[in-house]
Each structure stands twice: as C-alpha cells, then as structure tokens.
C-alpha cells in the first residue's frame, strides 16, 4: 500500500515540475537583435553628445571634407556629398550621393539607411530632427579653420575607434604648421576673392582660405572688413581699402568653373581702372585656387592645401 502511495505521489512531483518549467519558459523574455556592443559617446561643434551603440558600419557624409577625412581614418562610407569637386578616395566614387550641406536629399538617405550622419553645424543645423526620424544620429561639425579640420578628425576617429590613425593624422598637420613656421620669409599681403560670375567677396582670416593664408605666411588685407551678416566668413570687397593696401597677390576661389569665375572677375577689374593700380594685377599675380584643396574644406588634404598656399604666396 506504502508503495502505490510513494508512485503516486513521484507521479504528482514530476507533473508539477513539468508544468513549473512550461511556465517559466512562457515568461523568459524573447531574444533581441539588437547590437550589443560598447557605447560610443563623442561632442560635436554644437556641443551635443550623441550616443552610438557600437562601432557605426554605415556612415553618411554631406560634404567633402569628412569624405576624406573617413576614408583616410579606413571607414568606408554608405552616403557621400553630390559634387563635382575631385575626392580624394578613388573607392568613394562608387557611393550613392545624397545631396549636400546645401541641399540634404532625404529621400537618397533613407535609401542607404545611415547609422550616423555627418552634417553641417550651422548649415544643417535645421535638418537635424528630419535626419532623425529617418533613424539616423546626426553629428555636426565644420571647417573653418585647421584647427577646425584636426578637431574633426579626433571627433571622427572617435566614432570609428580608430584613435591611434586620427592622432597620426593631426600630428602630420602638426608638423606641416611647425615646418611652414620655421620659414623666415617676410610676409606677403594678399587678398582672397570668393566667387561665382558676377558676384564676389572677400575672404576674412575666419575663414578656412583665410586660416591658410595666414598659416602659409600671407597677410589679410581684408582682417578688419565689416564681416556679412548672412555669410560671417566673408565680407563685400572694398575697393578704395584694397587699393590703399596694395596686396601683393590675388588669389580667387570658387566652386563654379575656375575659368569662368576668373574671366569675369577680370572683366570686372578692367572695368575699374583702380584695379591697374595694385601691384598683384601689374605683375599678373592673380591666382585661382584648386576648388578641392580650397573651394570647400578638403578634410585631410588639408596639407596639401598649406603647400600650395605656400608656393604660389612665395614663387
């Protein structure tokens, strides 16, 4: 009898403890795709801390500078800027464009669904919550200065985990600076035209041409023109200020066609015979910069940029 009892009650056991793991399978949370990897936090030029959960595989750029600058840290990207400007990277040709600071195409960005997005701190400022709601981090930054450009790399080398290749980068353009300061030459006073056909502007040292400039042993003859209030980096040329300071070279920058920008600046000199007057346009030394190197912030081509300064300020 004892022993039907002791069957009977193993029986009862083995259901409860059947039926106790049914149940606890029924409320074991169901697994997750998402990733899992460290956190990665960086700042960027509007003071934002954005927040990536692991090392970002696709990243989109709206312009050239960060082009380069990713490629050059060994990412690759998923988006780059539409442009007709050369890249540095011959593998970024291959990348869907997806417009540029100027003009963001969300449609083209939610094609190539982005991680991160590499943006304008002021320019695309306004774009950031549309970026967002395609699921993409926005991190914004800029190039207005060299010092502008190294920041961005150590942001960027941050994001990618390749902090050893971003500190390598900055301390080429580190030594770049220390080499063209060693240089005893007496500085050359310039001016810098930014400009499309028909309308132009001076470069101010805010500026990233103007930064150069004076990195490369220029000097401003624009440094305290009244600065533009929709384009702070720049400011309307002054033609009785220039003739007074007689700058030894001219120098035109554009993202339109150089030739084109250069003939109709010159027609606009010839136009003026206060023009004739400046030594830069006697001796014919009016220069148009190379729109990657100059024409926008090259990224980390930036060296190549200080050379060429450099050369054609002291031929």
């Known amino acids: 009898m004892m ?44 003071d934002r801390t954005i927040t990536i959960n ?45 417009g ?11 094609y190539v669904k982005p991680q991160v997005i590499l943006a304008h701190n002021i320019m695309n400022a306004k774009d950031v919550a549309k970026l967002e709601n395609i699921g993409a981090k926005v991190v914004l930054t800029s190039g207005n200065s060299v010092a502008d450009i190294q920041r961005q790399i150590t942001i960027f080398g941050a994001l990618l985990q390749k902090q050893s290749k971003a500190e390598q980068l900055v301390t080429e353009i580190d030594s770049k600076l220390t080499e063209l300061a060693a240089e005893s030459k007496a500085p050359v006073p310039a001016l810098i035209v930014y400009g499309a056909p028909g309308t132009f502007m001076a470069a101010l040292p805010s500026s990233l041409a103007g930064d150069i400039l004076s990195l490369s042993g220029g ?79 090259p990224g980390t081509r930036i060296n190549e940029s200080l050379d060429y300064m450099y050369k054609v300020l002291h031929p």
């Open 3 to 46: 022993h039907k009892y002791t069957k009977l009650l193993a029986c009862m056991v083995l259901t409860c403890t059947i039926l106790l793991a049914g149940c606890g399978t029924a409320t074991k949370p169901a697994a997750t795709n998402e990733a899992t990897g460290e956190q990665i936090t960086v700042t960027d030029f509007n």
């Open 219 to 297: 000097t401003n003859i624009a440094a305290d023109y009244p600065q533009l209030a929709s384009y702070p980096q720049y400011a309307t040329l002054d033609m009785e200020r220039i003739v007074e300071s007689n700058p030894q070279a001219i120098f035109i920058m554009t993202h339109a066609d150089p030739e084109e920008v250069k003939d109709s600046f010159i027609r606009e000199m010839e136009a003026s015979k206060a023009w004739n007057s400046i030594d830069a346009v006697k001796n014919g030394h009016i220069e148009v910069l190379p729109a990657e190197l100059f024409g926008s912030n």
């Open 100 to 110: 540029t600071t100027h003009e963001v195409d969300l449609e083209q960005i939610a």
């Open 54 to 98: 692991g090392v970002p595989d696709k990243v989109a750029a709206l312009s050239i500078g960060e082009t380069n600058i990713i490629y050059s840290l060994e990412g690759t990207l998923v988006g780059r800027p539409t442009t007709d400007v050369p890249l540095q990277w011959e593998s970024s040709y291959d990348v869907r464009e997806i």
